[in-house]
């Protein structure tokens, strides 16, 4: 079972920066997305940011031009930079990759989460 492993998450003050990183422990073959979501408090899981096959990228629209979601130097890494953090992006970030197994079904990956608090 492939884990994927998170780093990054803190505690900041509003308007600084963070830098999300996720390397899963063995490569994942067949990637369809990487992304990061989020879960904020007494709510449910949202995403963020999405890096599609073809380099394309979704966001959320509470994090357009504050948040880019790139790819790593190490294989299968997908890193969130997060600037302009404000209160109300605080929360657990969880990883999560998309692949296709060998009989072509979608598998869902996801990280434990990281905790990210900004503080006002």
Known sequence: QVRLLESGGGLV????????????????FSIKSMGWYRQLPG??????A???RNNSADYSESVKGRFSIFRGDTKNAVNLQMNSLKTEDTGVYF??????????????????????????
């Not at 692949?99 to 503080?119: A, C, F, K, P, Y």
């Open 43 to 48: 709510k449910q899981r949202e995403a963020v």
């Open 95 to 120: 990883c999560h990759i998309r692949s296709w197994n060998q009989l072509g079904h979608e598998v869902d990956h996801w990280g434990r989460g990281i905790q990210v608090t900004v503080s006002s």
């Open 50 to 52: 999405i890096i599609h």
């Open 13 to 28: 003050q509003a308007g600084e920066s963070l830098r999300l990183s996720c390397v899963p422990s063995s490569i994942i």
